[in-house]
């Protein structure tokens, strides 16, 4: 018997819901109809509260909003532009983009960057900022991040780690309690740019960096995504989860899009578009492409020695993409 292919389905629409519907209620499931919240000074306590399962914890619980929201809020006053990097899908190069972002941001000595690691169980962003070797210091004032440029701070769990090769076995409570640290106890300082590197999917880290930084402000996300259609289906999933918490899109990125030649430099299909690649997707969701960077096998040579791969190869057709992406960045916050 001979398999035949059907032809893919066109992908869902992606409804816009708000924001209350994803980010963690104050009223947990079986609460009764009523219910005043956790936070509020009348849980446990309210008419609406008798017969609850949940009545005595939440009478004896600590009462009102998170009391490091204003810390937070505190620290990022500092801050002007705070951008993610997303995609529903693990390997299509959020870290690497994350990183030749920060690094063609600081290009301009003038612009003051920070770039924060939340994947908190995969961290590459030490080796990428050639700072493996790096550590944290911390003073009365909080903690240090590490500089891979004068303008360029960094931080990333992999600066407490004894090792590179040791894992991080958490649950969801304690990923939380390290991000509102890196974001309330982290000496930021005046940053033009924060870029934040999460890891794959739209779970524990994703919630709490946008619950955190709801008050502050998120400027935008670039979704990362490459050529082919299993990349493009989580993608979309992220999509769908910017639009319900509230997150502006700034645009896609079609990362390893296409191979060009270092000799040469003729250019070739590796991952083929099977049904459109980003630009596809962009016109049918009303999400524009903010460029396309092509492999080129000296981004992981780059990578790996932790340097800058702007700086080492100029003319490099993926750096002028990488450029491209950037000031059309600064173009959509209006700071062209």
């Known amino acids: 018997m001979i398999a035949t292919q059907r032809p ?39 008419d609406a509260c008798e017969g609850c399962p949940n ?4 009478a004896e619980g600590p009462k009102g909003p998170d009391p490091d929201l204003p810390l937070i809020r505190e620290r990022m006053k500092s801050v002007k532009r705070k951008v993610l990097v997303l995609s529903g899908k693990g390997g299509v190069g959020k870290s690497t983009f994350s990183a030749g972002l920060s690094w063609a941001l600081a290009a301009d000595e003038e612009c003051q ?5 939340i994947d908190i169980c995969g961290p590459s962003i030490p080796l990428l900022m050639g700072l493996s070797s790096s550590t944290i210091h911390t003073s009365s004032s909080g903690w240090s991040p590490a500089y891979a440029l004068d303008n360029l701070a960094v931080m990333s769990i992999g600066f407490l780690l004894p090792s590179n090769s040791d894992a991080v076995i958490w649950r969801g409570p304690k990923k939380n309690g390290l991000i509102k640290q890196f974001l309330k106890d982290v000496e930021w300082g005046d940053l033009d740019y924060m870029i934040v590197d999460t890891p794959p999917g739209t779970s524990d880290e994703h919630l709490s960096i946008v619950q955190y930084m709801k008050e502050t402000g998120i400027d935008g996300a670039v979704l990362v995504t490459t050529p082919q259609e299993v990349a493009l289906q989580d993608v979309r999933k992220e999509i769908d989860f910017c639009r319900k918490v509230g997150i502006p899109i700034l645009g896609l990125v079609e990362n390893m899009s296409g191979f060009v030649c270092p000799n040469c430099k003729g250019e070739s299909q590796i991952f083929v578009p099977t049904t459109g690649g980003a630009e596809a997707m962009g016109k049918e969701l009303g999400i524009e492409v903010l460029g396309k960077v092509p492999l080129d096998p000296r981004i992981g040579m780059t990578c790996d020695q932790g340097m800058s791969f702007l700086d080492e ?3 490099s057709p993926a750096t002028s993409a990488y450029l491209d992406i950037v000031q059309r960045i600064r173009e959509i916050l209006g700071d062209e």
């Open 55 to 58: 009545q005595s914890v939440c």
């Open 313 to 315: 190869y100029p003319d």
């Open 8 to 46: 893919l389905p066109p992908p869902s629409p992606l409804p816009l819901a708000p924001s209350s519907t994803v980010l963690p209620s104050t009223v947990p499931e079986n609460a009764p109809e009523h219910c005043p919240g956790v936070e509020s000074t009348l849980a446990g306590k309210a």
């Open 113 to 117: 960057t920070g770039i924060m690691d």
